[in-house]
């Protein structure tokens, strides 16, 4: 985690509180999930804008859609991630999409492997229309695009807007867009645009986005970053990959987030890559905790969680540790930590 000073947050009121979340597939809907758990342990019951970018719009959208954070850890430990998406080709054209999948994104590819119809569907059964505090942001070539309650806008390098439309696109179609990683997931075709991932905008995480076009002040934002992917590639793919794709599938430098007046909450690495789809509840719970824990640290320092509620989840944090290093069977970690943070109020 990189050193920063105490933010004094305190002195803002929740509400006037900014939330990001970034992209990273699996790993960000699973962090970004225990970010927002930490939140309402905290007492933050109300944000100023919530944004969501990728995978992280999912918990994102719910949370700004009225959905108790509660019931969205549920929500994503109940749902098969594997099943929001449907093969749009066969499983050999699939495994190579993946396998070059640093390629695709390189090259903005729009058409992808997988659709994700099913995703919208599911978005708009716990959300079925825009929420008034809620952003996200998806690409159209090489321009950005923000969706926002008040309509769909483009946004210009100088700080200003174009307005596209003066309604709010469908939820669902917003969420299936920004979360369109190029030749992976299916592109979604809007006012005759393909619209990919909101990461290909500024990055993973945009809080200078936040900033420039939705006058988040510094110092009153709270972001979440899993950053680079973690789980390393067999050696043999990754020689092979160079030789059959050359320089095109090496992964891309990365983009520096912006943390100036940022609270950013950077869950440690997890063990599972950014499009790994089938999980265990245990790998499951592993991702929300990391993201819980790191954001106890981080509201902690900016003011924001301390007394006897910062007592209570430092004793969760220590309690899950320890489950963590004696779970030993598939599923201990899960019902263990489950009865852990149910006796917390937390589950």
């Not at 992209?23 to 930490?38: D, E, N």
Request: hydrophobic share 45%; charged share 20%; proline share 6%.
């Amino acid at each position: 985690m990189r050193p920063e000073k105490q933010l004094a947050l305190a002195s803002f009121k929740p509400g006037d509180l900014d939330l990001i979340l970034g992209a990273g597939g699996s790993r960000a809907i699973l962090a970004s999930t225990g970010v927002i758990l930490a939140g309402h342990h905290a007492g933050i019951s109300s944000w100023r804008t919530i944004c969501g970018v990728s995978g992280g719009s999912v918990p994102a959208v719910m949370l700004a859609g009225g959905v108790e954070p509660t019931q969205i850890v549920r929500n994503v430990i109940e749902i098969d991630f594997l099943s929001q998406l449907t093969p749009l080709v066969s499983k050999p054209r699939i495994f190579w999409a993946f396998f070059v999948k640093e390629c695709l994104w390189r090259k903005r590819r729009g058409r992808g492997v997988l659709g994700s119809e099913n995703l919208g569907r599911y978005v708009e059964q716990h959300v079925p229309t825009w929420p008034k505090n809620f952003w996200t942001v998806a690409v159209a070539g090489k321009r950005s695009l923000l969706f926002t309650a008040e309509g769909v806008f483009e946004m210009l390098a100088d700080g200003g807007l174009r307005q596209l439309s003066d309604k709010p696109a469908p939820v669902g179609l917003a969420i299936r867009a920004t979360c369109a990683v190029p030749g992976i997931i299916d592109g979604v075709d809007y006012q005759g645009q393909l619209l990919l991932d909101g990461a290909l905008s500024v990055g993973r995480c945009p809080t200078v986005l936040a900033k420039r076009y939705l006058n988040a002040q510094p110092g009153a934002l709270v972001a979440c970053d899993v950053g680079e992917e973690a789980v390393a590639d067999n050696l043999f793919f990754r020689v092979m990959r160079r030789i059959l794709c050359g320089k095109c599938c090496d992964p891309a430098p990365m983009i520096p987030t912006d943390t100036q007046g940022v609270v950013m909450v950077e869950p440690p690495p997890a063990n599972i890559a950014t499009l790994e789809l089938k999980l265990s509840a245990d790998q499951k719970w592993q991702v929300i905790m990391s993201g819980f824990t790191a954001a106890v640290d981080r509201l902690a320092c900016a003011g924001l969680l301390a007394g006897d509620k910062l007592a209570a989840a430092r004793s969760v944090v220590e309690s899950y540790r320890e489950i963590e290093r004696t779970a030993k069977q598939p599923g201990e970690l899960a019902s263990r930590t489950q009865a852990l943070m149910t006796a917390h109020n937390l589950y």
